[in-house]
């Protein structure tokens, strides 16, 4: 299965690494497009130079590491699809060009479903995602989790109570079930 990751969950960079994470378990298939990748970059760079640096890297990283994850835009698709926010047609746009079934965002409301169903996409939200996903296959999602835990305590330098990191990454649902 493949899905469509928005910038909005590729930001946060604990449920970028864990959504990432879990795509390298081949739970699925990511996509993104060039215009996403940037929406990233410039939420970074409103923490300053070094914000846009990291995220250039981590982008570039994602690249290499995922060549066949990148979907090239369409502008002709993008103009005959109707959302709510129209800024927000080439996430669609990038699902259908890329075969998607999901668009994995936290800004559920500007993907409504009677405007994805007849294009057969559905948007979801990460923490329902990644909780159907534990369902099917607990032991690959949870070793992504206890990965990306003890980088973000080592990272840290102290001790991050698992249920309170997944809440802050907005995954309250599977920080329940796992803390």
């Known amino acids: 299965m493949k899905a469509v990751l928005d910038a909005c969950v590729l930001y946060p960079n604990v449920l970028r690494e864990i959504l990432i994470g879990t795509a ?18 410039r ?11 990291i995220a250039s890297g981590e982008i570039a990283t994602l690249r290499a590491a995922w060549p066949e994850a ?18 927000d047609a080439h996430v669609l746009a990038t699902a259908i060009a ?20 007849p294009e057969g996409v559905q948007a979801q939200s990460p923490d329902d ?25 080592s990272l840290s ?12 990454a907005r995954l309250p649902r599977l920080g329940k079930a796992l803390g």
């Open 43 to 53: 939420a970074a760079a409103r923490l300053g130079p070094e914000g846009a640096a």
């Open 24 to 41: 390298a378990q081949g739970v699925y298939g990511p996509l993104w497009s060039a215009r996403i990748l940037g929406e990233w970059q």
């Open 129 to 153: 995602f990644l909780m159907e996903r534990w369902l099917m296959d607990s032991a690959a999602v949870e070793s992504v989790i206890r990965s990306v835990h003890a980088r973000t305590e």
């Open 70 to 87: 990148e979907i090239l835009a369409n502008p002709d698709l993008e103009k005959r699809l109707w959302l709510p926010d129209p800024a």
């Open 157 to 168: 330098g102290r001790e991050q109570p698992l249920r309170a990191l997944l809440k802050r």
């Open 98 to 117: 890329g075969g998607a079934a999901l668009i994995i965002t936290l800004n559920l409301r500007d993907f409504p479903n009677r405007a994805l169903a």
